[in-house]
């Protein structure tokens, strides 16, 4: 059944990502479009709270998809976790006709848009973080830009490494997932990958760079997520120096936000393009509270309760006993996705120890 709908907000909170902007444009456009007027909230939750929403043309929304960060810019709103903050976004809303809001972000993003459709704001999620850390959706906007960045960094900095007979052991962001570090780890021949998600054995990484240095090999990379803990790529860098007796000069780096920005790739620019024009499409049909997800080769919605009870099922948030609550076929489901996720992590892990030699 399709509501009518005259207007839209949009909104991008939490952290940047690289195709943020890709996903607004989609939705400025598709909605225009279809005959209706799109208000991009500035600030997030922060500028819904504030009002600070500005009205978009297809025009204003020209030469974005090729910039970093978002132009609707993004803020932390902890009075929008409040029942008083609530109530003003609500009013913000009523103030400005919208009717429904498509909201660009991570999990705390969408914890927002569940409030705003339990106050009767019909909301859609949009995955957008580097760190592809939502489960529910196989790919977040900015993951690849982001892997891509750090690949180019490193390659950097093997030449210096390679020039002095250096290791490098580099810290790469994902909060507490290590999907950037896995996958950037494979890709520039990383002799020793550090997640969260697996067990990682210092003393054995280190012998096994004694041994390749023995076999002339010069140059030694290791990616840390930076989930593994503070400093804990710093101290493993000390710890290779006291162990090698400096044969093999270990440096730390930590790349940080470096890894937020830049020009997104082709592929974030796609996957952001068809989420936001499919976000759009749900409202127009009525629906709400759900986020859009990429799983396999396919965009599909999942509601966003589910959505955020899965990410805390994985990350070891949501104690059994609130699983339990759950319905049977949603427990299943939950945990056949966070098997397979599981699996396919520790899979791509053993290859990466294998080709590391």
């Known amino acids: 059944m399709r509501n009518k709908i005259r207007r839209i907000g949009v909104l991008t909170s939490g952290g940047d990502a690289p195709g943020m902007n890709a996903a607004i444009r989609a939705v400025t456009r598709t909605a225009i479009s279809n005959g209706i007027r799109v208000m991009g909230i500035l600030k997030g939750y922060r ?6 929403i500005i009205e978009y043309d297809a025009r204003a929304v020209s030469n974005i998809m090729n910039r970093g960060g978002t132009v609707l810019y993004s803020d932390r709103c902890d009075e929008f976790k409040t029942d008083a903050g609530m109530r003003k976004a609500r009013n913000t809303c009523e103030e400005y006709e919208i009717d429904g809001i498509v909201a660009i972000g991570g999990d705390g993003t969408f914890r927002g848009a569940a409030d705003l459709s339990r106050l009767g704001i019909p909301t859609v999620g949009v995955p957008g973080t580097i760190d592809n850390d939502i489960t529910a ?5 900015g993951f690849d830009t982001a892997k891509n960045t750090v690949v180019e960094m490193v390659d950097r900095l093997r030449d ?15 909060r507490h ?6 996958q950037t780890g494979i890709a520039v021949g990383a002799i020793g990958i550090a997640i969260n998600e697996v067990c990682f054995d210092a003393d054995e990484c280190i012998e096994r760079i004694k ?3 023995k076999n002339r090999k010069r140059n030694f990379i290791i990616i840390v997520a930076e989930g593994m803990g503070d400093n804990y790529a710093e101290n493993l860098s000390n710890q290779i120096n006291a162990a090698t007796s400096r044969d093999v000069d270990s440096r730390f780096a930590r790349l940080a936000h470096v890894q937020r920005g830049g020009s997104p790739t082709l592929q974030d620019r796609v996957a952001a393009t ?3 024009n499919r976000a759009v499409g749900l ?8 986020v859009v997800c990429s799983r396999g080769d396919k965009i599909i919605e999942l509601d966003i309760e589910y959505a955020l009870n ?14 339990a609550e759950l319905s049977e076929s949603d427990q299943k489901s939950m945990t056949e996705i966070i098997e397979r996720k599981k699996a396919e992590i520790k899979k791509l892990y053993e290859i990466a120890k294998i080709v590391s030699i």
């Open 137 to 141: 959706s196989d790919y977040s906007i």
């Open 283 to 290: 409202l127009i049909e009525g629906r709400k509270n759900l």
């Open 274 to 276: 068809i989420m936001g």
């Open 310 to 323: 899965l990410d805390k099922r994985y990350k070891n948030k949501l104690p059994d006993e609130q699983f």
């Open 47 to 52: 500028g819904l709270i504030d009002g600070e």
């Open 211 to 213: 041994e390749s240095r």
């Open 160 to 174: 210096t490494s390679e020039s002095h007979a250096r290791c490098s052991v580099v810290e790469v962001m994902g």
């Open 177 to 182: 997932a290590g999907h950037i570090a896995l």
